[in-house]
Every structure is written in structure tokens, then in C-alpha cells.
């Protein structure tokens, strides 16, 4: 991985006001971190600086008129093979009936090459961020305490408004990047393609990855070609979900990973590694130490 930041003062929009709904109440430039929005003369609302990508304004606008911008179907377009992986909160939308398993068999059916269970990543996440401490805590000057490289809204932030943290974020990929890395040289492989040939969507419930995607901040480029959101992918899914046939396993994470779709959950597999009683396998610690996550 490029261990030099991309660009700390992108003035690009992951977020589309609608002129139609705006009445130029101020609450999204209120809310807004960087302080990226303004509104002139009681008017519309504009982004005129620096945007992180963080949905606050959509959160606290009372007339809908700010959304996310995802992937549309162009950037999806001319793959040969295509991936996806799902945020663990993905597993919790559609009820207790409903297992991670049953998920993935139907993202599967609605026609993707390759269904990837990104909370078993997240284990293996979990347990490079342990080797990275481990290893920097016996150096004397290391950065500390760490801030994780995991939300590219709060990596954005910090560049923005605390640049003087960054040394304190571990130049390591996420979870989401070394899925699409990862399965994007194995199919390559297996299909004697070029990887270009083989396009990665994650479904994610934060409109921020559109931005880590077009604009990665630690990385020359990303792998992940598209982006969408839960809500985007929802009613296609159920469906799928309530036709799936098919028994076959998918999901391989253990509590841990799981853990992830919770508040705290990333730190939880990081102290103790001990979640809903399970640990983390040990095939996940060996692709750790033998380099397969650690080459970032």
C-alpha cells in the first residue's frame, strides 16, 4: 500500500441536494463537520467545500432533500466476472429467521459470480491489527493511542481538521478492500483474465465508501469499483432471499466477525478476541501471519 495520502482537501460531492425540496433551513450547514455547506440568502443549500462524505446533512434534513450518491450501473459495466460483499449489518435487515447464510445464497442467486462473507475478513482484520500493536508497542517512538483506518469519514476527517493524527491511523487496508484485492486475483487467476475483467460492488449502509472508492486516501487506487447502499439493494434481495434453493455454505465467520455489525464491535475483536463465546479460527490467523493481509 502507498503509504503517502491521497488528497486531503477534495472539494468532489458524494451527497445531491434537491433544489425542489431545499428551503434553506441551515440544519445541514449546521451539521456539517468541515463546514462544507452554506446557504445564501435564505435559499437553497450548496456544497462549497470540503465534503467528507458523512451523511449528517442527510440525517438531519427534515425534507428529504439531500441523498447519497452511489454507484449507478455504468461504473458496474464491461466486467467478464463480478463480486460482491456485504457490510455485517447486511445480516440483521431481515429478521431472526433470516441467517447470514441465507443472505449470501441470495446475493448469490441474483446473478454474481462470487459472494464473498466479508465478517470472516473482518477476523482476519482483527487479528493484523493485534500483530500491527503488538509489533509497534516495542518501538519508542510509536504513535499512540491508534485511531482505526477502517471509517473513511473519521480517516477524512482527522486529515481535515487534525492532520497532526494521521501518524496515529495504521496504514492498513480495510476489510472491504482486501476481499475485492484478494478475490480479484484469485478469479483472475482461475479464469486466465485480467483483473480489470472482474468488477467488485460492496452493499454497505454508509454512503462514505463512495468516497473512500473514488478518492482511497492511503491507497494508489481502490479495488472495489462500485458501491450501494442496504437500502438500495433491499427489496431485491428479500425476494431473492425467499427463492433461494440452493444449500450450500457461504458464511464462515464466527462471532467475532459478526461482531462487527454492532457499535463497538470492531474494538470488542481486538481486546480479549472473545465475542458471543466464539474466537477467532485459527485459518484466519494463519492467512495473517503467512502475509495474505498483511501485504498492504
Keep these: 500500500m502507498n503509504n503517502q495520502p491521497g488528497s486531503r482537501t477534495t472539494s468532489a460531492q458524494y451527497v445531491e441536494i434537491d433544489e425542489t425540496r431545499c428551503n434553506g433551513c441551515v440544519l445541514c450547514m449546521k451539521a456539517c463537520p468541515t463546514k462544507a455547506i452554506r446557504v445564501h440568502e435564505g435559499r437553497v443549500a450548496k456544497v462549497v467545500g470540503v465534503c467528507v462524505d458523512c451523511g449528517e446533512c442527510i440525517r438531519v434534513c427534515p425534507r428529504r432533500a439531500i441523498r447519497a450518491i452511489t454507484s449507478d450501473k455504468g461504473e458496474m459495466a464491461g466486467g467478464k466476472y463480478s463480486v460482491v460483499s456485504g457490510s455485517t449489518v447486511l445480516y440483521s435487515q431481515f429478521g431472526e429467521d433470516?441467517?447470514?447464510?441465507?443472505?449470501l445464497l441470495g446475493l448469490k442467486r441474483m446473478g454474481f459470480s462470487y459472494v464473498h462473507d466479508q465478517s470472516y475478513t473482518n477476523e482476519m482484520f482483527n487479528v493484523a491489527i493485534e500483530l500491527y500493536i503488538k509489533e509497534n508497542r516495542q518501538k519508542e517512538h510509536a504513535p499512540w493511542p491508534l485511531i482505526s483506518p477502517v471509517c473513511p469519514v473519521v480517516v477524512r476527517l482527522i486529515a481535515c481538521r487534525f492532520p497532526d493524527l494521521l501518524s496515529h491511523i495504521p496504514r492498513l487496508a480495510a476489510p472491504r478492500e482486501i476481499v475485492a484485492r484478494e478475490v480479484k486475483k484469485r478469479l483472475a487467476a482461475k479464469h486466465g483474465c485480467d483483473m480489470s475483467d472482474i468488477k467488485a460492488l460492496h452493499i454497505s449502509p454508509c454512503p462514505a465508501k463512495m468516497i473512500d472508492i473514488r478518492e482511497?486516501?492511503?491507497?494508489?487506487?481502490?479495488?472495489?469499483?462500485?458501491?450501494?447502499?442496504?437500502?438500495?439493494?433491499?427489496?431485491?434481495?428479500?425476494?431473492?432471499?425467499?427463492?433461494?434453493?440452493?444449500?450450500?455454505?457461504?458464511h464462515h465467520s464466527g462471532g467475532i466477525g459478526l461482531g462487527w455489525g454492532m457499535s463497538g464491535g470492531e474494538i470488542s475483536g481486538d481486546s480479549g478476541r472473545q465475542v458471543s463465546g466464539q474466537t477467532v479460527s485459527a485459518t484466519a490467523g494463519a492467512h495473517v501471519r503467512s502475509g495474505k493481509t498483511r501485504q498492504v
Design 98 to 103: 433470516v441467517t447470514p447464510n441465507d443472505i
Design 216 to 250: 482511497p486516501f492511503f491507497q494508489n487506487h481502490s479495488y472495489i469499483d462500485g458501491a450501494v447502499g442496504i437500502s438500495d439493494i433491499y427489496g431485491r434481495l428479500k425476494k431473492s432471499i425467499e427463492e433461494v434453493e440452493e444449500d450450500k455454505v457461504l
